[in-house]
């Protein structure tokens, strides 16, 4: 059997309501990619939603981490960020970058910022530009439609926005260096969300819309990007990762909503998972 490819995931570790580290180490794994983690942060809850949660910065040992690994030699096919704590873990982050990564390394970063026109608890502007300079060393990119905007210095649309809008928020995110964008949560009509990616080496523009539901549904860009990253570093085509990783995420909404679990908790991708790994037996 060919090797397993090998991911570094470097998010907060919330330990309720599923998010961050506790999303991506199962979904990566099940898609076929071995998940090595870097947690930024200790939370006791994730922010949005739970109240009085307790929190610890793990900054210092980021980058020893990402040193011992290095000191033995070993190999990642990827490096795959979320929420960092503040725009300092930005510069530890890059720091881990270059410890990790090789030159066939692909780096996929996920502002994990912000969302409905405003910055997560305890985030700022700051922030913005910590992911700016992050993204000259990323191949990958993976904002939300807020992300996109205040990165890009954008007004930010909360309702539905045309195809023209979201592409200029594509090519003025590219300027900063990744070769492939995708934002989520965007809406082109009422009634659809979904997905626009495009990626610069063939100018290829991908679209993929679901029903829209109503409220929030926490963690499903950790979701997505957990997915659509394990996929691209296993080697799928834009088209093929974008696609399986959304079907995924429209899985797990419409489990969610039939549950009726309360949102905040996070959302249900574990029965969701079995499908999933049987629809990546089809790509590989």
């Known amino acids: 059997m060919n090797e397993l490819k090998r991911m570094a995931a470097i998010h907060d570790l919330s330990g309720l309501g599923k998010c961050s580290l506790t999303v991506a180490l199962p979904i990566v794994s099940a898609s076929g990619?071995?998940?090595c983690c870097i947690p930024t942060a200790l939370l006791s809850t994730h922010t949005g939603g739970f109240e009085g949660w307790t929190f610890r910065d793990l900054s210092e040992d980021i980058v020893p981490i990402a040193s011992h690994w290095n000191e033995l030699n070993v190999r990642f096919d990827a490096v795959y960020s979320g929420y960092l704590a503040s725009p300092e873990q930005g510069r530890l982050l890059e720091q881990t970058i270059d410890l990790i990564a090789g030159e066939s390394t692909l780096v996929i970063v996920d502002p994990a910022m912000a969302d409905?026109?405003?910055?997560?608890?305890n985030l700022g502007e700051q922030m913005s530009d910590c992911f700016r300079s992050l993204m000259a060393k990323a191949d990958v990119v993976t904002p939300n439609i807020t992300e996109a905007c205040f990165i890009t210095n954008t007004e930010y649309v909360s309702g539905p926005c045309t195809m023209e809008f979201v592409e200029e928020l594509i090519e003025k995110l590219m300027t900063f260096g990744p070769k492939i964008v995708a934002i989520t949560g965007v809406s082109l009509e009422k009634g659809k969300v979904g997905v626009v990616a495009k990626s610069k080496a063939n100018g290829k523009i991908?679209?993929?819309?679901?029903?829209?539901?109503?409220?929030?549904?926490?963690?499903a860009g950790d979701i997505f990007a957990s997915s659509f990253a394990a996929l691209l570093t296993r080697g799928a085509e834009l088209e093929t990762a974008l696609e399986t990783a959304e079907k995924f995420v429209a899985d797990c909404i419409e489990r969610t909503e039939k549950r009726g679990a309360p949102r905040h908790y996070g959302m249900d991708f574990e029965s969701a998972l079995p499908e999933y790994i049987n629809s990546i037996k089809s790509i590989f």
């Open 33 to 35: 990619v071995e998940c």
């Open 116 to 121: 409905n026109g405003k910055y997560y608890a």
């Open 206 to 219: 991908c679209v993929v819309m679901n029903d829209a539901r109503e409220g929030m549904f926490h963690g």
